[in-house]
Each structure stands twice: as C-alpha cells, then as structure tokens.
C-alpha cells in the first residue's frame, strides 16, 4: 500500500527499500520502509550544493521564482489524495486530516505567488537635500529547516514556499518518525521544478536523519537560517547554538493552549470547538486544547456534556471513518500514562485515557481522550503532555482565568468563548491573553495560513506562513542615494 504510494508519488524504489533506519506505521505498528541515514558529512556536502544553487536562484526575478511556487501548487492539487494517504500511514492522522494537510501546502503555495509580487520595501524621507532612502529585502541564503512528525509536509511547506521566493536555498531535516512524507514532498516539488525549467539544481534537498543530522544544520555557518519546529527541549539546544555564530533562527516549539470558558458562552458551540480542538489529531497538534478554564457556573454541565462527547468519539483506523487514530508511538503512550499518574496525585478525577484495540493491534497505541478534572493549575498541567488529555479547571472571576491563561512556561493558542464583549476585548489586548494566538468564540487549533503562526514563551517566539513572516527569510538593507552635487553630512556635521 505505501509502497504504491510513494512509487505513484515520484519516489525512487531504492530510496524507501534499502537503508538500515526502519519505519514503523502507527496505524498497526508494521515496518513499512527503511531509509538511509544521512551523516553529518552527508548534510555538510548538501550545504555546499545548496550553497551553489543559491547563487543562480537569488538572480532569477523574485515573480519568477513565483511561477515555480505556482507549478508546485497545481502538482500538489493533482497529488493531494496520495500524499495526504502517505500523512495518514505514516504519522496516523485521519484522513481529512491527512488531506488537510496537503490542502495548506497548496495555499501556502497559492500564497507565495501573490507575494512573490509584494516583497516590498519603504521609502524613507531623508534629512538631507538632494537625496532618498529606501529599504530593499534580500534573500539570505541557505535556509535549514528541521520539521516535526506531527505536520510532517506542511510545516515545511510553509518555510519552503516562502523562503524560495525571498529567493532562498533549502535543505530540510524532517523527522525522522516520518522520512517518507519528506521524500515525497520533495519528489514532487523536483517534478515542478522540472515543469518550471529555469530551476538550479540542489535548489531543495532532504536530509533524512536524526539529531545529529539537525545539529550539522544548526552548527554550519553556512546555513544562514534554521527554522526548527518541535518540542521546546529541542529548541533550547539548536536556539543558543545558532546565536553562538550569529546565524538566524525561527523557533516553533511546544504549547500549553487554553480555553476560557465564560459563564455567558454559547455552550453547544463550545462543546464542538473543545472536541476537535482536545480530541483532534489524537491530542497531537501543537495547538491541541490542554486547559480548560471554566467559569464555577458552567463547569459542571461542560463537563457532562464533553464526558457524553467523547464517549461518542469514534477511534480507530485513521483511514477507515474514524475520528481519533493512534498515538505516534510507545513512548507517547508511556508519558500519557505517567502524565494521568501524575494529575491523579496532584488530585485530578481522570476520565478515559486508557488503552483501547491492543488486541487487534498489539503493537500500535491508541487511546480513548481522557477529560481530567483538576482542583487547580498543579505542575502537571503546566507541562506539555503530547496526547489528548485535557485538563478542566474552575475559575470564579475574569482576572483569574487571564492569569491561569498565561501562567504557563508556554505561549502558542489561547481562546475564549464569551459574547461578553468586554471579556472579548479585554482578552484580545495587553492585559489579556500573552500567546501568538489569540482566538475568540473559536478554538486554539486549525490556524489558517493567511495569519503569523507562531508563539511566544517557550514556544520560541518564532512567526512562519502569513502576514509579514516572509520578512525572516530575507535580509533587510537601509540605502541612501545622494542625486545632489554636493556632500551634506547627516546629523548637520561638518567636517570640513
Ligand atoms: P522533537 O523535538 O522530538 O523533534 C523535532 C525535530 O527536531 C525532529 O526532526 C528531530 O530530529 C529534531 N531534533 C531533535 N533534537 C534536535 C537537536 N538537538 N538538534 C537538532 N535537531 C533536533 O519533536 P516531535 O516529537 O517530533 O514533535 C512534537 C513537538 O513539536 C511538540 O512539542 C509540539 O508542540 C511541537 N510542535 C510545535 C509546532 C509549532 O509550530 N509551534 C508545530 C508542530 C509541533
């Protein structure tokens, strides 16, 4: 089955059949490829290529480069049902899932072609007679980006789209839970840059590998920006490595995201949002609900109606119609366990959460959602767990819930659900909620490419995809131009 994927993908037979790394489904745990590992020698040879391809690229018109953008997009729209299959094998999301996946790599690329016509400067009024300023963006050079298993293919998308139109190099370290998707995605992009025709090779490359592979990126002087999405330990390794030789980072890592739940919010909208938002993606999306924080009014009747939800969930097979596929792995199951140990010390009532179809897959880990209800923000909910528990927690006034809000070590999605718009507002300002997002009436997942995605905190502060992201894959230059025949210094100096 991945077989006759990837094959009707693009991708060379040898490249899934004959390294030493094995790759392992979630769905039923089975071996389904093994790949070849990458050195560090093999990334530092890449980076050199990637280098070269740099030089001819960033000459090509910034529109042109567009055009590649635009002819990766119509490849994606033609192969989204594989690709978005392959997703489903290999990191076990369901289906729409799967696709939806693919559908934001086909908008980013929609994206990148309007704005492939807008990388624009200012112009600045100078001080002195006789002369202008202006600000040029320019691209950097080559961009590294390490991705993690969740978003296997868009997550690099987004970086890619962009950075080759601010008229970048890219080589990308994808996790290396989910290798073939990266294969793919680069196979495909190989076939639009054959479509273009005006392409440099090595333009894209992949580096299958583990840590060590990611840390020959982040180590090279030559790689100009590294944008690492994945969990925040990652990122307090590779952040302060890439400052130490002043190269560029993007920093996309763990969440902790919250929902307000206000004594006047619509209920039944809440119910839906808090569903898809925990329960999505089995609890594996950076942006997935961890906290509820609702009013001592409603906590109660939120908490009947979410038990009576997730008793209805469906969980399974990812690609077979059902709602909640499997955990990555052992070790994801393992620290959801360790996480509900924990919670029940700290005093939670833990609903679900257990092990569900070890018998018809014994090797591959699903589990039905668990709902804890917490006496507080004890230590347990103040870490991020990647599985779908959700913490419920009480508050009495408006100030409290924005403080537990905040009081986390991470910043990505926050939301509310009033129709108080004095709690609306009061949320979206400076002395609401601190995180990158900040939703109302709507839950923390499923960001649209159109917006800055990206949090603060130990989230890592980075920002990828919409609005003016593009801005961190370029580089900015002040000019002066003096059309004046004579030489007045700023500032009024004479130094004559
Ligand atoms: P992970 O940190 O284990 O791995 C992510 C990537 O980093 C992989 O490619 C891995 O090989 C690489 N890596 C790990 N350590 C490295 C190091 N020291 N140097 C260089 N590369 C290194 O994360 P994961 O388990 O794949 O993904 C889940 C985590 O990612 C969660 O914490 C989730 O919240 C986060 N995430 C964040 C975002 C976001 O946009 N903020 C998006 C998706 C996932």
Not at 310 to 336: F, S, T, W
């Amino acid at each position: 089955m991945v077989d006759n994927l990837l094959a009707s993908l693009g991708v060379e037979r040898s490249a899934y059949t004959m390294g030493s790394h094995p790759v392992h489904t979630p769905i039923d745990g089975s071996r389904i490829a093994s790949v070849r590992l990458d050195t560090p020698a093999d990334v530092a040879a890449k980076i050199a290529q990637a280098r070269q391809a740099f030089d001819a690229w960033r000459a090509v018109p910034a529109p042109r480069r567009g055009e590649l953008l635009r002819v990766f997009g119509e490849v994606l729209r033609r192969n989204k049902q594989a690709l978005g299959e392959l997703v489903s094998w290999e990191a076990g999301k369901i289906t729409q899932e799967g696709l939806g996946e693919v559908q934001e790599m086909i908008d980013i690329c929609d994206f990148a072609v309007g704005l492939s016509r807008q990388l624009y400067g200012l112009t600045i009024a100078s001080e002195r007679p006789g002369h202008h300023m202006r600000e040029t963006w320019h691209p950097l050079g080559v961009v590294g980006v390490i991705s993690a298993f969740n978003f296997p293919v868009a997550v690099w998308a987004w970086n890619t789209t962009l950075a080759l139109v601010a008229g970048n190099a890219v080589i990308w370290k994808p996790s290396e839970k989910t290798p073939l998707a990266a294969l793919a995605s680069q196979a495909l992009l190989q076939q639009a840059m054959r479509e273009h025709g005006d392409v440099p090779q090595w333009l894209s490359q992949v580096c299958v590998g583990d840590r060590a592979a990611g840390l020959a990126l982040v180590d090279d002087p030559r790689v100009a920006l590294v944008s690492a999405t994945g969990s925040t330990r990652m990122g307090r390794e590779v952040g302060p490595r890439v400052a130490a030789r002043f190269g560029r980072s993007i920093l996309e890592l763990g969440g902790n995201n919250a929902m307000i739940l206000a004594p006047s919010a619509d209920l039944d909208l809440a119910v839906r949002a808090i569903l898809f938002a925990a329960v999505g993606t089995a609890g594996q999306r950076c942006t997935t609900l961890r906290r509820l924080i609702a009013h001592e009014s409603v906590r109660d009747e939120i908490v009947a109606r979410l038990k009576s939800a997730y008793a209805k969930v469906r969980i399974g097979h990812p690609l077979q119609g059902n709602l909640v596929g499997p955990l990555i792995d052992k070790a994801a199951y393992e620290a959801m366990q360790n996480a509900l140990s924990q919670a029940r010390q700290e005093g939670g009532k833990v609903h679900g959460g257990e092990r569900r179809l070890s018998d018809e897959y014994p090797d591959a880990y699903y589990v039905s959602p668990a709902l804890v209800e917490m006496p507080g923000q004890t230590d347990v909910v103040r870490h991020e767990t990647f599985a779908p528990i959700l913490y419920v927690m009480p508050y009495s006034d408006f100030a409290e819930a924005i403080r537990l809000n905040n009081e986390v070590p991470q910043g990505l999605s926050s939301c509310v659900f009033t129709t108080d718009l004095r709690e609306a507002e009061l949320f979206q300002s400076a002395l609401g909620s601190d995180c990158g997002i900040a939703n109302v009436n709507i839950g923390t997942s499923g960001a649209e490419i159109g917006g800055a995605f990206g949090g603060e905190k130990e989230t890592g502060g980075g920002r990828e995809s919409g609005s003016d992201a593009w801005k961190a894959y370029m580089r900015r230059q002040t000019n002066t131009v003096n059309y004046s025949r004579e030489l007045p210094l700023a500032q009024g100096i004479s130094f004559d």
